[in-house]
């Protein structure tokens, strides 16, 4: 199936530990991004990166790090995890098309930080 | 810069009835637009797109959406409403740039009633 895959779909973690997020898409898109949703739906942009290169670094505390192995993957790092973590993490990639930017997403992770 | 607002964070219809979700936009230049679903528990799924074609959008399950500049909306309609739509609705705005960056609204929660 052409998606967007996230790995995990669910972490649970005690604080201060370190995890990853894994990110596949296997649309051949040059672009990936990393959003945050909180507990009330609002999605945040984090990160994006055009054929392995950063080109959206948002307000993000340095405890995550984003990286990219290649174009269609882009994994999710985070040091350090607090308490303000918990939230869902989305996965999306998007074609390069002039004009227009859909995104496609992927199911999502969902961290809980206890 | 570029800005979007969902005028409405709750929405409640009766099954059969129509739908109305509204967006105004704030932007510079010509837009890209897009309305996007996220059922319960699930990622998030375009639902339709305006990219400076037709400014009447069609989508998937019966949604469509009209670009109106002299009032900058895009409201999201639906002539009757299903069980099944109950969902966040967002509405989005692209910029030009080369960056791939989407705006989001705040999201539009619809509920529908037997």
């Known amino acids: 199936d052409t998606a967007v895959s996230q790995t995990p779909k669910y972490l649970v973690t005690q604080m201060g530990n370190d995890k990853s997020i894994k990110c596949e898409q296997n649309l051949g898109h040059d672009t990936m991004y990393w959003y945050k949703q909180d507990s009330k739906k609002f999605l945040k942009i984090m990160f994006s990166?055009?054929?392995?290169?950063?080109?959206i670094n948002e307000t993000v505390p340095n405890r995550f790090s984003p990286k990219s192995p290649d174009k269609a993957h882009l994994n999710l790092h985070i040091n350090s995890l607090e308490l303000g973590d918990s939230a869902v993490y989305f996965c999306?990639?998007?074609?390069?098309?002039?004009?227009?930017?859909?995104?496609?997403f992927g199911p999502g992770t969902r961290l809980t930080v206890l | 810069a570029q800005s979007v607002t969902q005028l409405d964070s709750h929405v409640s219809v009766s099954e059969g009835t129509p739908v109305l979700l509204r967006c105004n936009y704030s932007?510079?230049?010509?837009?890209?637009l897009f309305w996007y679903v996220q059922h319960p528990n699930k990622g998030l799924q375009l639902l339709l797109k305006?990219?400076?074609?037709a400014t009447l959008v069609k989508g998937i399950n019966g949604f469509e959406a009209e670009f109106k500049k002299s009032e900058t909306s895009f409201h999201l309609t639906k002539p009757s409403a299903h069980m099944s739509d109950a969902a966040e609705y967002f509405c989005?705005?692209?910029?030009?740039?080369?960056?791939?960056?989407?705006?989001w609204g705040l999201g539009t929660s619809l509920a529908v009633n037997p």
């Open positions: 305006y990219t400076s074609a």
């Open positions: 932007s510079s230049y010509s837009p890209s």
């Open positions: 999306a990639s998007s074609p390069l098309i002039a004009g227009g930017s859909e995104q496609f």
């Open positions: 990166y055009n054929n392995k290169e950063l080109i």
């Open positions: 989005v705005v692209s910029n030009a740039g080369n960056n791939r960056k989407l705006i």
